[in-house]
């Protein structure tokens, strides 16, 4: 979104923004779990230290008298401050401290909006910020109303889509399509569809954030929709999964964008040329012996189709070896703590 990254952590990645800018990024990220607004960054290697640093924030200018300021996230890393309890607690004491010289009482009902508090410690440098996405993380895009039994989280869906390199003119095939993830978020990206255009974030309700700029970001979002035709087929062998897949793309007004279909992914023969197939198999020992002959019928598809290009997410770490040849790309994903990998081949 063209910001100035100042640093990257593992799963954080640290930016200069316009303060403005938070309900843009929220309702723009496609690939992120949450939007951090950061107070202040300061080093702190004693609980005086640490209760100095977070008092000198301004809390007042962000939090309304009724407002509920949980401390929802600790995280200490190579620090001397490692407690995360205590950690947690003089945090606390720190902010009521900093709000009690604003409103003059130290009784806080602690009632509405929330304002999640966040604290991270590495190597003695402590980041306090404040969660502007909510409990709900931007995975939630508001439109998966059912889900399979292992659906894949929206976000990492986005993600692999993008490191696929679709081109939009392609067809797109998930032959395991179960809740329609991949094909709805795809499709999502073809038409610019902003993600987070179903529902709303903590922020939202945050008074010193004004209504009409969310109206108005809202409103360029959905001028910004282009409808474009597409190609892009899910399907997948439970007629139930089928049917979930083909709700929760109408919640989201897809009519006529994805064809889904119920097919075994074995009757996958010849596929139309230059597509594009993304998908993430079916998981677990159980499926051991029936996994391999998927990754089999994979390596078949890929020969007689040379000009395809594949990407799946699996578990098995024997996918090079079934397939004879090295993947172009190899990505190690978490999905929902379960490490698995994007084979990629093109
Ligand atoms: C890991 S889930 C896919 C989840 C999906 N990405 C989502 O977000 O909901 C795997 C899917 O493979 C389907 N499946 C299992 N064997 C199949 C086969 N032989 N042909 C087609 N689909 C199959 C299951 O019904 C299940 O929905």
Redesign the pocket.
Known sequence: MGYKIVQTFRGRVLFNAPLQDVFKLNLWLRTAERVVLVLKRFEAETFDELFDGISQIPWGDYINKKGAFPIVKVRSNKSNLFSLSDIQAISKKAIVSSLSKKYGTIIFEEKYPIYPIHIYIKKNVVTVGIDTTGKEGLHKRGYRKY??????RETI?AGIIISSNWDFNKSLI?????????PIEASMLAMNIAPGIGRRFACNNWPFFYKYQWNFELEKAKEFIKNIDLSIIG????SE?IKIAKLNAKSLNLHGKIRFEI????EYIQIPTESWIV?????GQRLKIRKNK?IRHFKEIFENNKDISLHFLSDSEKVPKIFGRKPKRIIIIYNSGLKVYLYQFW
């Open positions: 889900v399979s039994t292992a659906p894949l869906a998930d032959p395991f399509c179960g809740s329609g993830t991949i399907s997948d062998i439970s999964m097919k075994d992914f074995f998908t993430n198999l079916p998981y998927i």
